[in-house]
């Protein structure tokens, strides 16, 4: 018969916390070991006469709480081999807030007997000091997890062991990004003993006391949190009854045009390197998202939470190379097998057109992805030169038909074609060009505008050719970088 490991919970106090059985138990134990000597439940056991091993100089030695925790696994492990019963015993419950319990599990338990042994928990204090029930909603979050979630307010939310003003500091403002500064939290200590203490201040001032490892954070619902349900629920108020009459009017097909405008708006952020207004755009965008997504929610169509499963899922799964076995080790690769999941996907669903790109796409932007789709059949030129020698042809084609007066419509599409598909070979956006290009002309001419008034002319009255002469002062100026 393998050996057995006792994991038993001390309970968030002192001894008159302790369940009989457990302290029974301990007390016929030949050999007790404690994660740490610093709870009060050790303390008055040791008083007592109980010899109790801790694990404190482990802590002392290692840099990282991990380590911690593997060295304990392993000194426990090397008693399991030595006797047949050890005892291991933990502050609070053994499955609330114990990482060494969850290894042990993982490691110890295939090998040997484990037994957890409950006990009362520092939550279950926390209940009866805060008086709220637990139906209501809570959540309990290491300190230092809470970048990895979406805090929403929602429930009560609970942060244990926040041992020291560095710790506090760090939890305070990571609950910046989510709660309001002035947020009301508790700062409960040493719940269940003498020196039992709360405190409710504003989160701005949580870390201007003392703690110590008997510190919890808790946070009351909140319903200024910031966070996507937030977002969420502030649409769904606006479209509900006594809510904004325009947004209650809107469709899927009457939003076309803010959605159009929005991304258009992030673009030019963008182009203008402003990153404050960007924020400001990209919020603008998700409200457009979060609209659309609860129109379809009304109609019960869909709702936001499957938005939100199918791009996820999509991400994973077209990244087999991240989240799977797959090697992608240039960009180039990465491309490759995107195509690939992404032709695989779509081999099922006989509807789509071979080119199922968005017909609402600017026309450069459609030219260059309708390019892209047919080469990768093979329809595509070598080299360059295939690409600038269509060029030259469709230039002189418009030529053609400009002396004959006939299809110049027809030619001047062609050679904007042709023109999309040299940029690709150059690697280079067609709509990102324009773009820069029509910015360049629009500064030019507003400079050459501002010079014709320092020289104290109309420019409205201006000929072409004078106009072309302050034209070529503001190139020249631009190009020389002088500042006039």
Known sequence: MS?????IGLGPAGLEQLTLGNYRRICSAKKIFARTAQHPCVQELMAEGVSVESFDEIYAAETSFEAVYEKITEQLRNELKKRAEVIYTVPGHPMVAERTVQLIAERLAPEYNVVIHPAMSFVDEIFRVLKFDPIDGVSIRNYDALKDVELTGREWLVIPQVYNKLIASEVKLDLMNAYPDDAWVYVVQALGTKLEHVDKL???EMDHRDFDHLTTIVLPPNSEVISFYKLVKVMRTLRAEGGCAWDREQTHDTLKQYLIEESYEVLEAIEKKDMYNLC????????????HAQIATEASIFEVQDVLRGVIQKMIRRHPHVFGEEQAETADDVILTWDRIKLKEKESDK???FFNDPKGLPALMWAASTQRRVAKTGFDWSDI???WGKVKEELQELESALTDGIGIREELGDLLFSIVNLSRFLKLDTEEVLRDTIHKFQKRFLKMVELSEKNDVDFGQLSLDEM???WEKAKSQEKS???V
């Open 3 to 7: 050996a057995c490991l006792h994991v």
């Open 202 to 204: 504003p989160l701005y």
């Open 280 to 291: 400001e755009e990209l919020g603008d965008l998700l409200l457009q998202v979060v609209f």
């Open 351 to 353: 509807r789509r057109d």
């Open 385 to 387: 030169e295939g690409p």
């Open 468 to 470: 072309d002469i302050f």
């Open 481 to 483: 970088g002088n500042k």
